[in-house]
């Protein structure tokens, strides 16, 4: 009976031919250090019940030079060096490491089996395949729907070429395993390519695309990579995208993808009947797509008709988009993507099949004024009944009669022309009168679940709801997510992306991934992330600031006062709040009064609960009476709840004799 010491381990350990691990272990165990079961022969603790280990696992070397890694050995670790909070992930097979494994500082991980089962490759030691059976790419994708994961070499769908049983344990093409570890090639010739791991995470020098796992052909002298598959790119591709099949075509010099607009090398595919050269990735773009960034559908084109050929700027980057090469485009908004900011996050878009390019079932909104009694000679409706008031509502543009009311949609005060109602305390400004009782919500996607195109959102009223978005509390309208129940405040459910605010000379556009904490929001001073900015100077605003009112009323002054984006005085006693008495930032906004010199913090006059209507009712908490929303100035009264005094928004029992008294905090 063999002996072996074994790194990891204090006591020796025997081995155990098939008879011997039966009799031990009733034949069903686990290896110490790969976690996979055993098979004899295998090495077991004689002294330490349950401790086995694969013969492969126990003999593995503590130092191997990989020839796909020819900089610096492999450390073999009994665990990951990273903190419990960090996924440890083999670079071969993408499953997670727990155990034993081979650990390189530049960052490699591997299981030890992986990491040998590499080895064997440049050895042409596959003595675990030689009776494995092989598999036809065409019988098993078409039983497997294609459905078989990726080749842990390359990374390229596993049914795309013949490819060892999956009862292996290894998802591996058979042309993969026999891949030479040296070879030349035309688009490289200073130096041979050497098979690697790519551990500097280089993009492909024909592709442009970064492969994270399995290995590719490189060379160290020149710094670059090359995937396998492309180096012996198919000569024909043919794809139900497009009507023509697709030639391959070698270039010595840059080319510009007709498809995407993008710079191209080496491989370029050429349509010869549309004169067309694209990419080998870009011949399988989606037609159609549904992005989240725009309410309708958009389609791929090579190029733009002439009567759009204005300058057009990508929705989601912002920048011009070269109309004489491949975009996704709506002819309908003239808004139009780069194919790769289109495509840049595989979650937020899903593939439209060409059956249903013609419905457009969700794309017409059906309006909240459900009947025009009268109108005036501009075709404006002077009278109407909405479906969120059980009273008509008259159009109006007298501000200086109702400009302390708030217009109960957006809880904004009263500006432009709005309707109200003769019968009640009810005002909607004539654009929140208008907004549709459906709408898609673009960038919304209900938790945990792939975003599968934009979902309609219904118009509600009469509900106490917190924001998805800028998170305040609400009592106005909201459009609310029938299958995740969240709400969006009309609000932030009207944002357009692009913005002109009257504190700034330029317009604002909205960058989704924009991120750079050493930028401050020019209205606050807050970090910024996901911000509007300016594109011709260094301007730039949070969500709240691009939404922050214009123009509010407060206890501290008689007068509506302004939003106020500049100081009004250079003396520095004079930039004090009027309401906290504290010290002023002279560089952020403010409101102002300019009849009284009043000045005041932002959050100082809006308070916490700035989208709240006073007098409106509450009849969701357990008081057994309706509350009303009110607010006192300067009496301040007991919570009955607390017994600390509400000096902000409180709720009152509407109940005459009933004198209950709470905190908004207390009853929520």
């Known amino acids: 009976m063999e002996e072996l010491k074994n790194y990891g381990h204090q006591h ?44 492969t696992c126990a003999e593995a070397p503590l130092e191997l030079n990989h020839p796909f890694h020819r900089h610096h050995p492999l450390l073999l670790l009994q ?32 299981h030890i089996k992986c990491a040998l089962f590499t080895f064997n490759i440049v050895e042409r030691n596959l003595k675990e395949l030689e009776h494995v059976a092989l598999e ?21 769908p596993l049914a795309m070429y013949t490819y060892f049983s999956l009862d292996c344990g290894f998802n591996l093409h058979k042309k993969c395993a026999e891949l030479p570890p040296k070879m030349g090639h035309v688009c490289h010739r200073k130096h041979p390519l050497l098979l690697q791991f790519n551990s500097e995470q280089l993009s492909c020098k024909i592709c442009q695309v970064t492969q994270q796992r399995g290995f590719l052909y490189g060379c160290s002298t020149c ?121 840049k996050e595989k979650e937020w878009y899903c593939i439209v099949s060409q059956e249903n390019e013609y419905d457009k079932s969700l794309d017409i909104p059906v309006n909240s004024i459900t009947k025009f009694l009268e109108t005036n000679d501009a075709g404006e409706a002077t009278l109407i009944e909405h479906c969120k008031h059980k009273h008509y509502l008259m159009l109006s543009d007298k501000i200086s009669e109702h400009g302390d009311k708030c217009c109960d949609g957006c809880l904004l005060l009263i500006s432009a022309k709005f309707y109200h109602c003769l019968r009640c305390d009810f005002f909607l400004h004539k654009s929140c009168a208008e907004l549709p009782k459906m709408d898609l919500i673009w960038d919304h996607r209900c938790v945990g679940k792939p975003f599968s195109g934009s979902k309609p959102f219904i118009l509600t009223s009469d509900c106490m709801f917190e924001c998805e978005q ?41 960058y989704y991934d924009y991120y750079d904490f050493e930028k401050q929001c020019s209205g606050c001073g807050t970090d910024l992330s996901n911000t509007y900015r300016c594109k011709d100077c260094n301007f730039g605003l949070c969500l709240n600031c691009v939404m922050r009112s214009t123009r509010v009323g407060h206890n501290c002054d008689d007068h509506p006062l302004n939003l106020t984006y500049h100081k009004i ?72 709840e607390c017994g600390k005094h509400c000096e902000d928004i409180f709720l009152e029992c509407a109940e005459p004799g009933c004198k209950y008294i709470a905190h908004w905090e207390c009853i929520k």
């Open 79 to 110: 665990t990951p060096p990273y903190t419990s909070y960090t996924r440890c992930v083999c670079d071969f097979c993408d499953e997670t490491c727990e155990k034993f494994i081979y650990h390189c500082s530049c960052g490699l991980d591997f």
């Open 223 to 343: 710094n670059l990579a090359i995937h396998i598959d492309c180096l012996s790119p198919l000569p024909v591709i043919e794809d139900k995208s497009h009507q023509h099949p697709f030639t391959l075509f070698w270039r010595q010099i840059p080319f510009i993808c007709d498809a995407c607009g993008t710079e191209g090398h080496h491989v370029a595919y050429a349509c010869c009947t549309c004169s067309i050269m694209v990419h080998k990735k870009c011949i399988s773009l989606p037609s159609i797509i549904q992005h989240v960034f725009h309410v309708h559908r958009v389609f791929h084109t090579y190029f733009i008709h002439k009567e759009y050929s204005e300058s057009l700027n990508c929705i989601r980057c912002h920048e011009v988009v070269d109309t004489e090469h491949g975009s996704y485009f709506c002819a309908d908004c003239n808004v139009i993507f780069h194919v790769n900011c289109a495509l």
């Open 136 to 156: 036809d790419p065409s019988f098993s994708s078409k039983n497997n729907g294609g459905n078989l994961g990726k080749c842990f070499a390359c990374w390229e």
């Open 12 to 55: 020796p350990l025997l081995m155990l031919n098939g008879e011997q691990l039966l009799g031990n272990a009733n034949g069903v165990v686990d290896c110490s250090r790969c976690g996979e079961k055993v098979s004899a022969p295998c090495f077991s603790c004689v002294e330490c019940s349950g401790f086995y280990l694969h013969k």
């Open 569 to 640: 005085n250079d003396y520095t006693k004079y930039h004090y709040c009027d309401i906290c008495e504290e010290e002023r930032d002279s560089k952020n906004w403010f409101y102002h009064c300019e009849t009284c010199d009043t000045s005041a913090h932002v959050d100082c006059v809006l308070g916490k609960y700035p989208f709240i209507k006073l007098g409106s009712t509450y009849n969701e908490g357990n008081h057994p009476h309706s509350l009303t929303f009110v607010k006192k100035f300067p009496y301040y009264p007991e919570c009955v």
């Open 470 to 510: 800028c998170t305040y509390l609400s009592n106005g309208f909201s459009y609310k997510c029938n299958e995740c129940g969240i709400h969006r405040c009309v609000r932030c459910a009207t944002l357009p992306y692009a913005v002109k605010i009257p504190g700034h000379k330029h317009p604002l556009l909205f």
